[in-house]
């Protein structure tokens, strides 16, 4: 049987912060509260109608602009929560309903108060977002593209690293690069633990190793970046990733390991995963060596891995199979194992691995091919390699390569 109160909480689920702005049967009872009115919001958060951060962060908003409720006369006040009431009642033809003028006019009185609650807003979502531990998702990336590894330290400082590949090891002292010593500013450290993140950029052509203070290692591959905090929290441990990595965790029982990425969080103890997370790629995994990881996507069921199982992500839509291991983890020993991939998709890697942008023209790039491949050699080698086994011909031409059928010949 469905009731006025049944329509009721159905009109408020799944509302957001704005949405609540937005209502006048929320504000009324934040500015004008009545034990009706807060038995209603406890039991919406306790059935979990709404989020409650969200309730929260309004309430804060409301509140912080020190709305004096002395200005709505009690008559008043009692004609708005029957006018409000009436309107709940018949929800189901009602369309949700913007800020009145009076509302606006009792919250924001002025453009300063408008600018205070601009300014309360932003305050509460980043302190929220440093709370929560979200803050590592929108740690912006440096603007300019980089061509050396570069590491962003916590105060900005950035550090570019020769070479093609990169060792950073952490401890509780600093960190070491290529087995050279640098301290950290400890008292920076010890303040801002939770808030304070380091950036790895490896680009194209680049690869670099990475091991936490726990003692976790990571082989991070070519064009990925990763922002991981100076010092782990005390009831997890969190990073961000956007790229490919293998990693080898450290088991902490207590303090589990989260990978996030812009599709995907894995929730993981100790264990050995590979995982391809490029942001602008369609296609994303998340390979198991050893242990058990579970993968957690909105809007999909979790999904919990066993060793020899991939998690595959194409157009948003994903699915778990078995999967010979040996073929996602094979780069960090230099070499490139494919199993009747396309031939786009493998120039993709190789494009990625040796930081030079290959074509493939489109009467080639979706021909599959299955081998092995050694990253060792030069690319040239590579693609010579290919060449002679498949019906692909491939010459350079404006700082990249070509991939085209072998009946088209070359360019003269």
């Known amino acids: 049987m469905i009731t006025k109160e049944n329509n009721l909480y159905e009109k408020y689920k799944g509302y957001s912060v704005e949405d609540l702005l937005s209502d006048e049967y929320f504000i009324i009872s ?17 059935d979990e109608i709404i989020h409650s951060d969200n309730y929260h962060l309004a309430c804060y908003l409301i509140d912080s602009l020190s709305v004096n409720s002395d200005y709505i006369s009690t008559e008043e006040v009692d004609r708005l929560w029957n ?24 919250s924001l009185s002025s453009v300063a108060s408008l600018f205070l609650f601009l300014f309360l807003y932003r ?57 050279k010593n640098t301290k950290l500013k400890k008292k920076q ?28 290692k990571m082989w991070v591959n070519a064009g990925t970046r990763v922002v991981y905090p100076v010092v782990f929290a005390d009831d997890k441990r969190e990073i961000y990733i956007d790229g490919e ?3 080898d965790i450290s088991r902490e029982e207590d303090r589990p390991f989260v990978v996030k990425t812009r599709e995907f969080n894995i929730d993981v103890l100790g264990t050995s995963f590979n995982i391809m997370a490029y942001e602008k790629d369609i296609v994303q995994h998340v390979v198991l060596v050893s242990g058990t990881v579970k993968v957690h996507a909105e809007n999909r069921d979790d999904a919990v891995l066993s060793s020899d199982e991939m998690y595959l992500s194409e157009n948003g839509v994903a699915h778990v199979k078995k999967v010979d291991v040996s073929d ?37 790039a979706h021909l599959r091919f299955s081998g092995k491949l050694d990253l060792k050699d030069d690319l040239e080698v590579v693609l010579r390699g290919i060449s002679r086994t498949s019906p692909i011909d491939y010459y350079p031409e404006n700082n990249r ?9 070359k360019p003269m």
Not at 84 to 105: G, H, P, Q
Request: hydrophobic share 40%; charged share 30%.
């Open 123 to 179: 305050a509460y979502s980043e302190e929220s977002a440093i709370t929560a531990g979200l803050l590592i998702e929108d740690v912006k990336a440096p603007e300019a593209p980089v061509t050396d590894i570069h590491l962003v330290l916590s105060d900005n400082e950035t550090m570019a690293l020769d070479g093609q590949d990169a060792e950073i090891v952490y401890d509780k002292e600093g960190v070491a690069i290529n087995n």
């Open 245 to 247: 990595a293998y990693f």
């Open 83 to 106: 006018s409000i009431r009436d309107e709940n009642d018949c929800y189901v033809a009602m369309k949700k309903k913007k800020l009145t003028r009076r509302i606006l006019l009792w």
């Open 328 to 364: 996602y983890i094979s780069w960090i020993d230099g070499l490139y194992q494919h199993k009747s991939d396309h031939l786009e998709i493998i120039m993709k890697r190789l494009s990625r691995y040796y930081g030079i942008e290959i074509k493939c023209e489109p009467d080639v």
């Open 30 to 46: 934040v500015t004008a509260p009545t034990t009706e009115s807060e038995d209603f919001w406890k039991k919406i958060m306790h």
């Open 401 to 409: 390569y070509v991939i085209t059928n072998k009946k088209n010949g």
């Open 189 to 216: 450290v010890d303040a801002h633990a939770s808030v304070v993140y380091n950036q790895l950029i490896v680009p194209k052509g680049k690869r670099s190793t990475l091991v936490f203070e726990d003692g976790s």
